[in-house]
């Protein structure tokens, strides 16, 4: 099953035009497959998709795989 962040790293061309964008190591990204994509990178992963793949929607990446919210959660 793929991860969130194997989506989002995936929809932008893979780890390797990941890291070239983000222009962080290619062992970084590999690790946020694992561990997920860390809060502050995930924000620049998102004006970088706008930018460089503007058909990339992170956000409806992100949001199409939240847990439901049950009624006792929301209350």
Same mark, same amino acid.
């Given at each position: 099953? @793929? /991860? !969130?962040?194997?989506?989002?790293?995936?929809? @932008?061309?893979? $780890? /390797? #035009? =990941?890291?070239?964008?983000?222009?962080?190591?290619?062992? /970084? !990204?590999? $690790?946020?497959?694992? +561990?997920? !994509?860390?809060? $502050?990178? &995930?924000?620049?992963?998102?004006? &970088? #998709? $706008? =930018? %460089?793949?503007? %058909? !990339? +929607?992170?956000?409806?990446? =992100?949001?199409? +795989?939240?847990?439901? =919210?049950?009624?006792? %959660?929301?209350?």
């Amino acid at each position: 099953m @793929l /991860t !969130v962040a194997d989506q989002i790293i995936d929809a @932008l061309g893979g $780890s /390797t #035009a =990941v890291s070239r964008m983000m222009d962080a190591p290619l062992s /970084t !990204v590999h $690790s946020w497959r694992k +561990n997920g !994509v860390p809060r $502050s990178r &995930l924000a620049h992963l998102r004006l &970088l #998709a $706008s =930018v %460089e793949k503007p %058909e !990339v +929607n992170i956000d409806l990446i =992100v949001a199409g +795989n939240a847990a439901p =919210v049950t009624q006792r %959660e929301a209350a």
